[in-house]
């Protein structure tokens, strides 16, 4: 049975069934990875990576929800692509539709970074 919950955070359905694609084709990885220093005023961590993978480097996946394409959070997006970048990630962004659709070729950039 597959975590629902990963660093006190839940997963959403789309995360679960991408969650389950990793696990099919054999691909470790960690979920909800806390990144970044913590905020003094709430504690948290800057950023929580949806999926980590490691291959021959380390392999930031999100997967991007509608919200992510307003040009606001696309902005936002950018700037923690490059904080990510800076500590080392290489990021690949998916969008939910393609892992609703479980779209052929989804986990081919993945593998090719393992």
Partial sequence: MI???YNGRRLNAVE????????????????QV????RSKRTGRHKY???FVVQGSSSIAIEIDGSQHYSKANMKKDAIRDKDLEDM???????????????????????????
Avoid: C, H, N
């Fill in 16 to 31: 679960i069934v991408f969650a389950r694609m990793l696990i099919k084709q054999g691909i470790e990885f960690d979920a």
């Fill in 88 to 114: 080392g990630y290489i990021i690949v962004r998916i969008p939910a539709q393609k892992v609703i659709w479980r779209s052929p070729g989804l986990l081919d950039p993945i593998k090719e970074l393992i």
């Fill in 48 to 50: 929580y990576i949806d």
């Fill in 3 to 5: 975590q629902t919950e």
């Fill in 34 to 37: 806390p990144i970044g220093p």
